[in-house]
């Protein structure tokens, strides 16, 4: 239950990339075919490791569509990573990555770790932008790359895994204030300096179960 | 008012001589001002002055100022005290309150409409959005209000508007930091209002870390000794939560639950203390709470995690020492006998924890017996026994091993155990002199039954000592008898829904109930009934269901009620399409869709109580398998030898059946909806155009007359003030404008739903058509209702 660090994610990319079902699939390790299109954003968390630390994800999974773009800018500015999709058999949704990554600098604060991923690489036979052209533009605009398949769950795991990892380690190098809940981190409940001791407070006796205050 | 006179007349430059000048002059003058002085004093003198003639005059100050306002609002946005009295002003002439001052109340809604003015430019409330971010009170005070006054006019716009406009709903969270408690207890209450139902800013809420700063101001406040702020917090969370499947999961996710264990602390000397009103709003939102997480509306693995979190934060646990407390008002103890329904229910983990709590009674009881003294209890309140009925159907949800426990405590047993027990305490309400208890303990009865054939039969086995000397009846015969002799319509519905669940799928209940005297002649004398009083068409449908799983659970071990013998009874008594007409008087009863829409029994009065939930359940999965048998046993008895449909064929008929009945009338409804819109819209298309025309003429002389005052043909005494048009007609006119863009939408809307549900019958129309020519393939002659309106061409199917 207990975690030593917080993370907020927010997944974007084009309506039908893939967002939804790579957020089910980490969460849950299944894959729906008919997944219900996404309203505003929903809600998925898991629990990962790193350095042998406890790293809680909490993840926002986005709306593509224009018409729910200003309600996905209120996510900008409180998550630490991000996860831009496109669909590697649709060109046009490489074309837009420009515009979402436009987008997600303008609201989101300056630290906030993108991961550009390239989803459904199952579909070779159907691909329609090369693994170089997502390097390519990953390399120009400073960020991780990796394609995916929600599907297989090829990649998944470390798709979310290794943007987790950046933002670790810009932690240790100090790059974010970690005190300031709006850069989407918090430190966990044992680990808060200013709070070391046991939770003092609890119901009357007997009290088993979590741990935090 | 003498310093507002002094004022006023250092901003217009001394007293004219002569008459006093008018509210509406002094009003221009100022507003003339505000807008062309270079000076920064002149405009905030101007503003201020404004700012006090805004309640008094306010309907001068809005129409004549609004613009002049908004201009300031942004040429003069690093002035504080400027923009103070601007969002002041602004605030007063918005306002949905009427003040003292004000003189004639020509509108009443003056302030909304001043407000739709306002809002029209949605950049106006992201400039009053961003007065948020200055931390100078003479501004972000003011800026609260404002948002405040609009939101309460209109809600619906305002959530739109902040919601697209950047970072609205984040610079709302953020001042809800604000260590001024005037400025976060007013957000607070900002936040309840324009969160409620809209999910979008609901979610928004959520994640600018919404629940871990409204868990410190609770702490900050005391817990639930916390003043009214504390509430606040709880509706805020409350309306967070409810119905958001995202942000439950959110909040369960991020260990809210456990944070809550604090809100649960009673102290042990409550009883002295004392409930204070503010403590019993506070566990009220609480409880409230709770259940929204475990909601049976819920998903079920979202609330099956929710109970888990819940018991091992030990909030069962506390739940249940309040159950047990005393001194405890009976409005609480029943939402929390509620609460604890939903806390366990269809968690095993939990219903056994809840069957171990002990009352501390001399000499101790179990809780669920104490609980259910009361359900049978008629001096206790009405919603409090409904509140026990619902946790005890929650205690036997889907739990086999609770179900045989109380069924046990009514078998003839070894020990000589005199504790009262469940299934007593049920046996004795069930055929008490109250009707009340009679229907609570025979529905409570029936929930040890469903889905558990073994308890079906286990209670066959129940004796009953009747009068002294006499041979000791089964509890089926006796609810078979009681049903028969009481005159109480209530406790016969009781004990008929008892029954139908008891003898569904039990063919040995159904032989002994066909062995009670009078039994079935009571049955068949209300199906075959042909008056009726109120609520008895009813009772007739309930005869007529349980008549039909005696035919159905038949195994013909009694000569006389044979499958065979029952199903001719029927249909010579009764009628085959009579039968069938009074078994759908249950489903078209409207206290039947009041019991089907969820397991909570809802009623405001004792006689609210009728159907219940699973009862409804039941009807609803047998109803089709009863005709069906009922038609094959007819066509066995014409000599007819072709196999019939399959129970599953059957059954998906009349499936399709109800879905295309029920699209045909949401179809027409829809068309009926259609026809009085477009009227409408024309009507305001009229009206629109009416009032576009007068306004047209109204400027036109308005040109016209500025023309002649500038060549200084009109003496200006006539002049009437044209300045602007008619504010009223200027409003009303803005108003229908709105109003015929929503009615165009609404229409819109309509023709999408109505092209949605015709496509839907479209594709039902082929489903049945397919399953037709199966139906037919196998042999089945079917009588083709509406073949010859059937457009699709039926070799096309497949
Ligand atoms: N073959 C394949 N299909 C996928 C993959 N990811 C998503 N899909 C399909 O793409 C469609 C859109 O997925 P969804 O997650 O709803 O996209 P979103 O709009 O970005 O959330 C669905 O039909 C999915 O089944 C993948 O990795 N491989
Ligand atoms: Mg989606």
């Not at chain 1, 044992?190 to 939770?199: A, F, R």
């Not at chain 2, 005159?487 to 519905?493: A, E, G, P, T």
């Amino acid at each position: 239950m207990s975690y030593a660090y917080l993370f907020k994610y927010i997944i974007i990319g084009d309506t039908g990339v893939g967002k939804s079902c790579l957020l089910l699939q980490f969460t849950d390790k299944r894959f729906q075919p008919v997944h219900d299109l996404t309203i505003g954003v929903e809600f998925g968390a898991r629990m990962i490791t790193i350095d042998g630390k406890q790293i809680k994800l909490q993840i926002w999974d986005t709306a593509g569509q224009e018409a729910f773009r200003s309600i996905t800018r209120s996510y900008y500015r409180g998550a630490a990573g991000a996860l831009l999709v496109y669909d590697i058999t649709r060109r046009e949704t490489f074309n837009h990555l420009t515009t979402w990554l436009e987008d997600a600098r303008q609201h989101s604060n300056s630290n906030m770790v993108i991961m550009l991923i390239g989803n459904k690489s199952d579909l070779e036979s159907r691909r329609e932008v090369k693994k170089e052209e997502g390097e390519a533009f990953a390399r120009e605009h400073g960020l991780v790359f990796m394609e995916t398949s929600a599907k297989t769950a090829a990649n998944v795991e470390e798709a979310f895994i290794n943007t987790a990892r950046e933002i670790y380690e810009k932690i240790q190098e100090g790059v974010f204030d970690i005190n300031n809940e709006a850069n989407g981190i918090k430190i966990g409940p044992q680990h808060s300096p200013t709070n070391p001791s046991l939770p003092g407070a609890g119901g009357q006796g007997g009290s088993q179960g979590g741990g935090c205050c | 008012m003498e310093y507002f006179k002094s004022g006023l007349k250092s901003v217009l430059g001394g007293p004219q001589p002569g008459a006093q000048p008018t509210g509406a002059e002094t009003i221009e003058k100022l507003v003339d001002r505000v807008t062309s002085s270079t000076l920064l004093e002149d405009r905030r003198d101007a503003c201020r002055a404004l700012k006090s003639l805004s309640k008094k005059y306010r309907l001068e100050v809005g129409t004549q100022g609004m613009d002049a306002l908004k201009q300031t609002l942004e040429v003069d946005r690093a002035n504080c005290e400027i923009i103070g009295y601007c969002l002041d002003t602004l605030c007063n002439i918005t306002s949905s309150d009427t003040f003292e001052e004000e003189q004639d109340l020509l509108n009443i809604n003056i302030g909304e409409q001043f407000t739709e003015i306002f809002i029209k430019n949605t950049d106006n409330v992201s400039l009053v959005l961003s007065f948020l971010e200055e931390y100078d009170f003479r501004v972000r005070w003011p800026a609260v209000k404002l948002l405040t006054s609009l939101l309460k006019n209109k809600p619906k716009d305002i959530q739109d508007i902040v919601l697209v406009s950047p970072m609205g709903v984040s610079k709302l969270m953020d001042i809800l930091a604000d260590s001024r408690e005037v400025i976060r207890n007013h957000v607070l209450l900002l936040l309840i209002q324009l969160t409620k139902g809209n999910a979008n800013i609901q979610k928004i809420v959520a994640f600018e870390n919404a629940f871990d700063r409204l868990f410190e101001v609770i702490r900050e406040e005391g817990w639930l000794d916390g003043g009214i702020v504390v509430e606040d917090c709880l509706l805020l969370m409350l309306n967070l939560l409810k119905n958001n499947t995202s942000n439950i999961n959110f909040f369960k996710e991020g260990s809210y639950i456990q944070k809550l264990t604090p809100m649960f602390v009673i102290p042990d000397n409550i009883e002295e203390l004392g409930w204070s009103p503010q403590k019993v709003s506070n566990i009220h939102c609480v409880l409230q709470l709770v259940r929204t997480l475990v909601s049976p509306n819920n998903p079920v693995q979202i609330t099956s995690v929710c109970q888990k979190n819940l018991r091992n934060a030990n909030l069962l646990e506390a739940l249940c020492n309040i159950l047990m407390a005393n001194g405890v008002p009976a409005d609480i103890l029943t939402e929390t006998i509620n609460t604890v329904g939903e806390v366990i229910r269809g968690n095993l983990n939990n219903q056994e924890y809840f069957c171990t709590v002990m009352a501390p009674s001399n000499p101790p009881r179990p809780a669920i017996v104490v609980l259910l003294m009361s359900m049978v209890n008629e001096k206790q309140p009405f919603s409090l026994r409904c509140a026990v009925l619902y946790c005890f159907q929650s205690f036997l949800f889907k739990n086999e091993i609770g179900q045989q426990q109380v069924v046990q405590t009514l078998l003839p047993s070894t020990n000589n155990n005199t504790a009262l027990t469940t299934g007593q305490l049920l046996c004795g309400g069930l055929f008490s002199s109250d009707s009340l208890s009679n229907w609570f303990s025979a529905v409570a009865l029936s929930h040890t039954l469903i889905e558990n054939p073994a308890q079906k039969e286990q209670l066959l086995r129940v004796l009953l000592a009747t009068n002294l000397g006499s041979q000791p009846v089964s509890l089926l015969h006796q609810c078979a008898t009681f049903m028969q002799q009481t005159n109480k319509l209530q406790s016969k519905i009781g004990l008929l829904m008892l029954l139908a669940t008891w003898m569904s799928h039990c063919t040995q209940a159904v032989a002994i109930f066909l062995n009670v005297p009078g039994a079935m002649a009571f049955l068949t004398a209300q199906t075959s009934a042909t008056e009726y009083d109120n609520n008895e068409e009813l009772l007739q449908g309930l005869c007529a269901f349980l008549m039909g799983i005696c035919v159905v659970f038949n195994d013909n071990t009694v000569a006389n009620y044979s499958k065979e013998n029952l199903s001719q009874l029927i249909e010579k008594r009764v009628g085959l399409e009579m039968y069938i007409s009074k078994l759908s008087e249950i489903s078209r009863h409207e206290v039947y869709g009041r019991a089907s829409k969820q397991p909570q029994t809802k009623a405001k009065y004792p006689n609210d109580l009728i159907l219940e939930f699973e009862y409804c359940k039941l009807f609803k999965a047998l109803e089709s398998v009863i005709v069906k048998t009922l038609g094959a046993q007819k066509q066995l008895s014409n000599d007819m030898t072709e196999l019939s449909l399959s129970e599953q064929e059957n059954g998906l008929l009349l499936q399709y059946k109800d879905v295309i009945r029920d699209q045909d009338r949401r179809l027409q409804d829809l068309n009926k909806d259609l026809m009085r819109i477009t009227q409408e819209r024309d009507n305001l298309q009229v009206q629109n155009e009416d009032l576009r025309q007068s306004n047209l003429q109204l400027q036109d002389e308005n040109t016209l007359l500025k023309a002649q005052l500038s060549a200084g043909t009109v003496n200006s005494e006539t002049l009437p003030n044209t300045e602007l048009p008619d504010p009223d007609l200027l409003l009303k006119l803005k108003q229908l404008e709105k109003e015929v863009s929503e009615k165009d939408s609404e229409l819109e809307q309509l023709h999408k739903d109505q092209d949605d549900l015709l496509e839907l019958l479209t594709d039902q129309d082929v489903k049945l058509t397919t399953f037709k020519n199966r139906l037919r393939d196998l042999g089945e002659n079917i009588e083709d209702e509406d073949s010859d309106n059937n457009s699709i061409d039926e070799t096309d199917v497949k």
